[in-house]
């Protein structure tokens, strides 16, 4: 149930021969005295540490570094894993007080949500410590500070393997996709089953991070980018945040390319044995970490490195990328920092415009542009072992092809938010999602029969297999219906003058995407509990045909 806005009293990638040329070691007194190589730089790149080697290598650089460098544990995994942040600032500031204080912008870089794409880890291992005890770096987080999850799914990444990603060039083993529970962590974000989820957006509270970087291996088609980049449609974002991240971007990729990487915006092809086909949108939605960053107004870059691409060159081109965006981050830190509140002041008085109109869901833009991709010669020929087309690319003939792009969306189910939603006091774990995510709501200390707006839900179809633990509700018909309700104590009224209120309708619109009806938190409303006998129902029937002879046209 929602109250009406008159209720206002509830509130080419070319891959270097000589991989060690890269190493990201530098010279001088330090490293004569402490071998400051990472594990997977000692292997050449052909493997990655465990957890465990990868928080006693942080512990070092702390210990190494005590006013750069801070690990914070922010949470514990199903397994029982501690889960640890890193924060690294030139200037010492290790709160969010003290960066709010400061005015630095926050930006979070996580890595390993699929832990079996784990180049972020071993990336940011490097990035840490060069900033922090080598002196190649020393002024990178001088305006900006860094919060750094080396592996988001632990459970996942102790679960290694050489036959996880059968797909990826490297390194020799590499962690499981769903965390302990087989929930992927990628899908959770509005929903939070996950204990990692919750811990998760337990830090997003704490910190409010100016700017997201997520580091992800991608699937698919040969080509020949190093990593391709996502940025959310510009319609699922306010411009002022949508503008500074797309002029990041701009400003960026030139210095990226620069040195000697090849990137793509992200490639979803249409047909994974065609791409002259083109490419379209992924779909990303709240459930994914840039698309639950845009409910909450922050920008955030997906980074996709090149599953063919050798690890060593994977994780170089995340290094690079990241250094250069926190840089960018910390020059441009007043503009981010002004654009993130500009649109919370924006999203909080919106509940007072009676004309505000919020986009739900998405459709595709039906205008396609031309995309120049950087690809291989490839052949298609059918398989007499799976009956289907297999292709198979030449990366020895590197060839540019135009296809079309049809990436873009438009919003499609648009609705009016209303002044406050009230969830009745049975509805336990929908409310438990309001506390998950950190949203501002109040408990009614008696009852109370208000008049309200519901929806009136008929049709439901449910999916045959299930999706992340869930039969998804798929489709359904939905009315609004006008109605007087007695919501007994201990309600949840969720005002929608905060920040946060994107979230709010993400989770309680029951068209939106990601809603808890659609993910099944609802589903009992649906199941029928009282009967009547059918020879008193047909009794009943025949006395109310009697009384009333109009019903049997009816």
């Not at 009293?9 to 990201?24: E, P, Q, R």
């Not at 690079?320 to 441009?332: F, K, N, T």
């Not at 004309?355 to 542009?369: C, H, L, S, Y």
């Not at 939905?478 to 104590?489: A, I, W």
Request: contains cysteine; aromatic residues 10%; proline residues 6%.
């Amino acid at each position: 149930m929602f109250i009406s806005r008159t209720f206002q009293a509830v509130t080419v990638s070319i891959v270097l021969v000589a991989v060690m040329a890269f190493v990201f070691v530098a010279s001088g007194a330090a490293m004569a005295d402490i071998d400051w190589r990472t594990s997977a730089e000692k292997s050449e790149f052909a493997t990655t540490p465990n957890y465990d080697e990868t928080l006693a290598y942080l512990e070092r650089l702390a210990k190494a570094a005590p006013g750069k460098i801070h690990l914070e544990r922010f949470g514990t995994t199903s397994q029982g894993r501690p889960m640890m942040s890193v924060v690294a600032s030139g200037g010492g500031l290790f709160t969010p007080e003290a960066a709010r204080t400061a005015r630095v912008p926050v930006v979070l870089v996580q890595a390993g949500i699929h832990s079996g794409e784990i180049e972020g880890k071993d990336a940011g291992l490097a990035l840490l410590r060069d900033f922090a005890v080598t002196g190649k770096l020393p002024h990178l987080l001088d305006r900006a500070v860094l919060v750094f999850i080396p592996v988001y799914n632990i459970d996942g990444h102790e679960e290694s393997s050489p036959y996880n990603r059968i797909n990826q060039n490297g390194p020799a083993e590499m962690g499981a996709r769903g965390q302990a529970q087989y929930l992927n962590l990628n899908r959770d974000y509005v929903k939070a089953d996950a204990p990692e989820t919750r811990a998760w957006l337990k830090l997003w509270q704490r910190w409010r991070p100016d700017f997201l970087i997520d580091v992800h291996t991608t699937d698919g088609a040969d080509y020949q980018y190093d990593l391709t980049w996502y940025l959310e449609d510009p319609h699922k974002l306010p411009a002022p945040v949508s503008a500074w991240r797309q002029q990041a971007m701009a400003q960026v990729l030139p210095a990226y390319e620069a040195r000697g990487h090849l990137a793509s915006i992200y490639l979803e092809f249409k047909d994974g044995a065609d791409p002259l086909k083109g490419i379209e949108n992924f779909g990303s939605g709240a459930r994914f970490s840039t698309g639950y960053a845009a409910l909450q107004n922050r920008p955030a870059l997906l980074i996709e490195t090149h599953m063919l691409k050798s690890y060593a060159v994977r994780v170089r081109a995340t290094y690079d990328l990241v250094a250069l965006l926190l840089d960018y981050a910390g020059q441009h830190g007043a503009d981010l920092i002004n654009a993130n509140a500009q649109v919370d002041q924006a999203t909080t008085a919106r509940a007072n415009d009676p004309a505000a109109q919020v986009p739900i869901t998405f459709k595709a833009d039906p205008a396609v542009t031309d995309f120049a991709l950087k690809g291989y010669d490839y052949s298609v020929t059918h398989s007499d072992i799976s009956g289907s087309n297999w292709i198979q690319y030449d990366p020895k003939k590197p060839k540019t092809y135009t296809i079309p792009n049809a990436n873009g969306l438009l919003p499609d189910v648009t609705i009016a938010p209303p002044a406050a939603y009230v969830i009745p006091a049975q509805w336990q774990d929908v409310i438990a999602r309001l506390e998950a995510h950190g949203l501002r709501y109040r408990r009614l200390t008696c009852s109370v029969s208000l008049r309200g707006t519901s929806y009136q839900i008929d049709d439901p179809v449910w999916s045959e297999k299930p999706f992340e633990g869930h039969h998804m509700l798929q489709a359904f018909k939905t009315s609004r219906t006008t109605r007087e309700d007695l919501l007994p104590v201990g309600s949840a009224v969720v005002p929608l003058d905060q920040p946060g209120a994107n979230v709010a309708i993400e989770l309680l619109e029951p068209q939106a995407e990601d809603s808890l009806l659609r993910w099944g938190y609802l589903d009992a409303i649906f199941e029928p509990k009282e009967y009547g006998e059918p020879r008193v129902v047909e009794k009943l029937a025949r006395d109310m045909l009697e009384r009333s002879p109009g019903l049997a046209a009816e």
